[in-house]
């Protein structure tokens, strides 16, 4: 996995059931992205938000996962290590019968508000 | 070519290790055409030494960011500051591998508010890599 214990660590996990499961992360302040977004203002890229959700579904599903289809992808806050220490990561697939697709939903929050909210279509690598 | 390498540093605020466009070739009314050569110092590259999708949609944000900047340079205005707002019917049709030079045609649409929607195509070669859509907030 590319950013899991360098731009994030999994705190915690809770699994709702075997299609469902909350991971609580960390955001790492010392991750090397922060030099170049931004220099002096470290802001969390929303793209490594994005692969955040691929690894925790990865870790959902025990499997290597592509993104195939981001249907919708709303970034609603400016996050950062400092303005979200750690976040709430849920992360919900459906297993596409017949095919080696899931369906994705998954939201990144904290207890103050949402960050991200995606949908979309992961295929087994 | 407009600008390259290091003279996009004028257009965007990312640096190194996460700039992700490095061209671009030509700006013409709402179109503009971008470039990346991925290497293996470019973020999201993975072990089997090709880019992650997340890294796809970086460069077609940059890419938007730096025509953005490119348009406010010719204006005399102050450098905007991008952030993603919404990506929309992104599609991967393959991960580039190190080596591969990427083409990107982006349209910026209407801005309301500061937010500004757009459309970006990567292509390699003739190979279309990944298209999107997406809504880019300007600080």
Redesign the interface.
């Known amino acids: 996995m ?1 950013l899991k214990d360098k731009y994030f660590e999994v705190k915690h996990e809770e699994h709702l059931n075997a299609n469902e499961a909350v991971y609580l992360c960390r955001l790492k302040t010392d991750c ?2 922060y ?5 002096g203002k470290p ?1 969390s ?4 938000n ?2 955040m959700i ?1 690894e925790c579904a990865e870790m959902l599903t025990g499997q290597d996962l ?10 609603t806050a ?1 996050a950062s290590p400092s303005i979200c220490p750690e976040v709430d990561v849920r992360v919900t697939v459906a297993r596409i019968e017949g095919t080696d697709q899931y369906n994705i939903i998954a939201t990144i929050a904290d207890a103050e508000r949402s960050y991200m909210e995606l949908k ?1 279509l992961l295929v087994i690598c | 070519m407009l600008y390259m390498d290091e003279q996009i540093f004028k257009l965007m605020p990312q640096r190194d290790p996460i700039v992700m466009v490095d061209a671009i070739y030509d700006a013409e009314g709402d179109t503009a055409h971008t470039g990346l050569t991925v290497t293996e110092r470019n973020y999201f590259i993975e072990e089997d030494g090709r880019m992650a999708e997340p890294g796809l949609i970086e460069h077609i944000a940059q890419s938007a960011s730096a025509f953005k900047g490119h348009l406010a340079l010719l204006a005399g205005q102050p450098l905007p500051i991008g952030y993603i707002g919404e990506v929309k019917k992104f599609h991967c049709y393959l991960r580039p591998a190190v080596g591969d030079t990427l083409t990107t045609t982006v349209t910026l649409g209407a801005e309301v508010n500061g937010v500004t929607l757009m459309t970006g195509e990567t292509r390699c070669g003739d190979t279309l890599v990944a298209d999107t859509q997406m809504k880019i907030f300007v600080e």
């Open positions: 590319l090397d992205v030099r170049g977004h931004f220099p802001v890229p929303g793209v490594c994005i692969e691929r592509r993104i195939d289809t981001i249907k919708q992808c709303r970034l400016v979309g």
